[in-house]
């Protein structure tokens, strides 16, 4: 029999997986801080006119270029950009860590559940920063950055503003490609509807057109329909995903054996009226009392 662990047990293996995740972050930012070329090639490539999005759409060619404007500025922004790639790198090894120290708490069932549930959650937060890298944000750099209110202004866009927005608009769309993970729990504890959500479809349709805005604040209207449509599949998808959730599955034998005997004597027949009268003799009759060896 397993002996069970005290309170400061558990805290011991808590501090254990909090300590392998910051190692396993810290060791793979180190290990992408050397890939410096590789690195800010891949964040510096959506600038460029030969992007593939760029190609695609027949964009015409355009020149972008970043300055630095503070003196530990490009030190600083490689040191954050090389930890955040490597906390995404070694984020499998992460959350395998806490859905270990996790786990023992749960039920057979619901450790299934989880691995489904986690699964998703992350499959679709990747799937999003990829949406944001190759699609949304190239387009949002290309507009703003050769956006000009006059030919006297010329664009001079910082590397720190760069790096911010892509790296902010990585983690909002991460977080977008959630909705139909977030839409499939709430259905599962009974506190959404698909015919909720079609009724409401109009209001999310308006609701996803602001989020769009906010997230990309561009005045052309391509750029806001091209960010607006992948968050309104979304939304589609999360309304199958609800509406199935929400059907019953019906049960096997029994229930519908019940249901065939049941309905096939209709009411009123006088065989029911014959069992209900026999029913009724039976329970009218005085019981014969109990002898003393029955007793």
């Not at 290990?31 to 090639?41: E, M």
């Not at 190609?55 to 060619?61: C, F, I, V």
């Not at 209207?221 to 979304?234: A, E, K, R």
């Not at 009411?267 to 009759?285: H, K, L, R």
């Amino acid at each position: 029999m397993e002996e069970q662990m005290t309170f400061w047990d558990h805290l011991d293996v808590l501090r254990g997986s909090i300590i392998r995740v910051l190692v396993a972050g810290v060791v793979m930012g180190i290990g992408v801080f050397f890939l410096k070329d590789w690195l800010f090639d891949v964040v510096l490539w959506p600038r460029q006119s030969d992007f593939p999005t760029y190609r695609l759409l027949g964009a015409e060619p355009f020149e972008l270029n970043l300055i630095n404007t503070e003196l530990t500025e490009q030190f600083m922004i490689h040191m954050k950009v090389a930890l955040i790639v490597g906390l995404l790198v070694a984020s499998p090894y992460i959350i395998y860590v806490l859905f270990r120290f996790i786990s023992p708490a749960l039920y057979e069932s619901e450790r299934r559940a989880s691995y489904r549930l986690v699964g998703a959650a992350y499959g679709m937060f990747i799937v999003g920063i990829v949406v944001n890298y190759f699609l949304i944000f190239p387009l949002t750099v290309r507009f703003l950055g050769t956006y000009s209110v006059s030919e006297d202004v010329v664009t001079m866009l910082t590397l720190s503003s760069y790096v911010d927005t892509l790296l902010l608009m990585s983690l909002v769309f991460g977080i977008v490609f959630e909705i139909p993970v977030i839409a499939w729990l709430l259905a599962r504890f009974g506190m959404l509807k698909h015919t909720w959500m079609a009724e409401y479809r109009r209001h999310a349709i308006v609701a996803i057109l602001i989020v769009a805005a906010v997230i990309t604040p561009t005045a052309d209207i391509m750029t806001l329909i091209v960010v607006s449509l992948p968050i309104w599949l979304l939304y589609e998808v999360s309304i199958w995903i609800v509406k199935f959730t929400n059907t019953p599955v019906p049960e096997d034998g029994a229930a519908s054996e019940g249901t065939t005997a049941s309905s096939a004597i209709p009411e009123g027949s006088p065989e029911d009226s014959n069992s209900q009268t026999t029913q009724c003799s039976e329970e009218s009759e005085p019981s014969s009392p109990s002898s003393p060896l029955q007793e």
